[in-house]
């Protein structure tokens, strides 16, 4: 089976500009949560979606949306990009009814330039 | 904001050698996971002990919960070259369940051949 999946790798922005950023997760997985990690630090949460509703939202500012679609994969959204933006994004999908784990994609490294 | 912090941050050893990090977070949890991330990769889900455990197996992993200190502990049996990683906590709230994570720093283990 396959895992969570996140595209694209790698992003290269200049300050101000906008970003989509891509996720899939597992066939069956119905919850998908973004996560931010700057370097040398641990994920922060940003958003969870659980059947197209958001659940949860951390302390990032409105810059940052998100949306999950009708097969579940999702796209989060970053405007007016910051130099400290720059960052890995990790996207993680779980299924409620399997558990509590969650299971993150390799990621997508942003830098903002 | 960080949930948790880890102790120590980093950690280097031979192989062979047990390894022993610690978590320590600041509210009531449901659930505390351990994840092991490779080289600013995905993170990969290691083991998850519920708030009324308080010690869980897994191969060479062993983790202890005390809920009473606000802490956990991973120890690492026998390691190898192959656990070189960095190993975050992260826990999850009553009004969470299975959806935000907050995650602690993170230990840098490095196991030496």
């Known amino acids: 089976d396959a895992g969570v999946t996140q595209s694209p790798t790698h992003l290269i922005k200049t300050r101000g500009q906008q970003v989509t950023l891509r996720c899939s997760p597992i066939?069956?997985?119905?919850?998908v949560s973004w996560y931010q990690q700057v370097l040398g630090q641990g994920p922060q949460f940003i958003f969870q979606?659980?059947?197209?509703?958001?659940?949860g939202r951390g302390n990032f500012p409105d810059r940052f949306s998100a949306r999950q679609f009708p097969n579940y994969s999702s796209e989060l959204n970053v405007n007016a990009l910051l130099l400290g933006d720059s960052a890995l994004y990790l996207c993680?999908?779980?299924?409620?009814?399997?558990?509590?784990?969650?299971?993150f994609g390799p990621g997508t490294r942003l830098t903002v330039t | 904001s960080q949930q948790g912090e880890e102790d120590p941050q980093a950690l280097s050893i031979q192989e062979g050698e047990n390894a022993t990090m610690n978590c320590s977070y600041k509210?009531?949890?449901?659930?505390l996971q351990w994840y092991r991330q490779n080289s600013g990769r995905g993170l990969v889900h290691l083991i998850l002990?519920?708030?009324?455990?308080r010690e869980k197996h897994s191969g060479r992993l062993r983790v202890t919960l005390d809920t009473s200190k606000k802490s956990s502990s991973l120890l690492i049996t026998a390691s190898r070259a192959a656990d070189t990683a960095s190993y975050f906590c992260?826990?999850?709230?009553?009004?969470?369940?299975?959806?935000?994570?907050?995650f602690g720093q993170g230990t840098e283990l490095s196991v030496k051949p």
């Open positions: 993680a999908s779980s299924s409620p009814g399997q558990g509590l784990e969650q299971y």
């Open positions: 066939s069956g997985h119905k919850s």
């Open positions: 979606y659980y059947e197209k509703e958001e659940r």
């Open positions: 509210t009531s949890i449901n659930n």
């Open positions: 002990i519920r708030s009324n455990e």
């Open positions: 992260a826990t999850d709230t009553f009004y969470n369940q299975g959806g935000k994570l907050i």
